[in-house]
């Protein structure tokens, strides 16, 4: 059942998110065109709307995973999603991975998008990026081993999924608890609260944590290298988890909190 919910609501959130993309792609056709038939103006017009469009569809993306997840489950289409043969739990998991996979393509997207307007950019003054390509390369083999290098960006990339997590169990346990029966005399207020009260006190126990508990990782000959305290080695490249494990055991008990007021304590309008 849970995979017909992951469909239903791919299908239900599709149209909005991609109408940017096809924005997206008519105006990387316009720049192309402008630049085929050397209309700079044109092409400088194109640039500058594309380099908006990667900057709008984050927050498109940010405010229609809120929008869809309050419509469909608070709004007016919240009495019949809770009416489902389905949990709480699998309403909950459906649409946050929902939400997650549409974020990872909005920042795919947007990177995607700078990294063309950067192409053409320097393509057009005419600066070469084999220079570039070079120094890159020259710099990566300064560095400790291939194997921890591809661990760390690995690393990286856990982060970056964790800290989406982060964001999206915060956005929904906010929602969910600005409906129960307290917080709904906040109004359009509550939600707000919740989530800024939320993150402010995250934020001051992830700084507690990480000065106090640091645990670094840095890329070292032979792998990746474990250390609590700064670490000597390929300093630059040192990655303090202790944050990233934070906000991991946060997301999990967001996500559940979120489901148990689901469950009890949720006011249905």
């Known amino acids: 059942m849970l995979g017909k919910l992951i469909k239903n609501e791919i299908k239900m959130s599709a149209h909005m998110m991609m109408n940017i993309y096809v924005a997206a792609a008519v105006t990387i056709v316009i720049m192309l065109l402008a630049y085929a038939i050397d209309i700079s103006w044109l092409s400088a017009m194109a640039t500058i709307a594309l380099f908006l469009i990667a900057m709008i569809a984050l927050i498109i993306t940010f405010v229609g995973v809120i929008a869809n997840f309050y419509k469909t489950l608070y709004g007016q289409q919240g009495y019949l999603s809770f009416t489902l043969p389905v949990t709480s739990g699998q309403l909950l998991a459906a649409k946050a991975i929902v939400a997650f996979l549409w974020m990872i393509v909005s920042y795919a997207v947007s990177i995607g998008i700078m990294i063309w307007i950067y192409d053409y950019v320097t ?147």
């Open 123 to 269: 393509s057009l003054i005419g600066d070469n990026n084999i220079t570039m390509i070079k120094m890159i390369i020259s710099m990566f083999r300064s560095m400790p081993g291939a194997k921890a290098i591809k661990g760390y960006l690995v690393l990286l990339v856990f982060a970056v999924f964790i800290q989406l997590a982060f964001l999206i169990s915060e956005l929904f346990f906010s929602i969910t608890f600005a409906n129960t029966r307290v917080m709904q005399k906040l109004g359009a207020a509550g939600p707000i609260i919740v989530f800024f009260a939320i993150f402010i006190v995250a934020q001051i126990c992830n700084f507690l944590l990480t000065n106090y508990v640091p645990i670094i990782v840095s890329p070292g000959e032979n792998g990746l290298i474990f250390s609590f305290g700064t670490s000597m080695s390929a300093k630059d490249l040192s990655f303090g988890v202790t944050g990233v494990i934070f906000q991991l055991l946060v997301s999990v008990g967001l996500f559940f909190g979120t489901g148990w007021l689901m469950n009890h304590k949720v006011n249905i309008k």
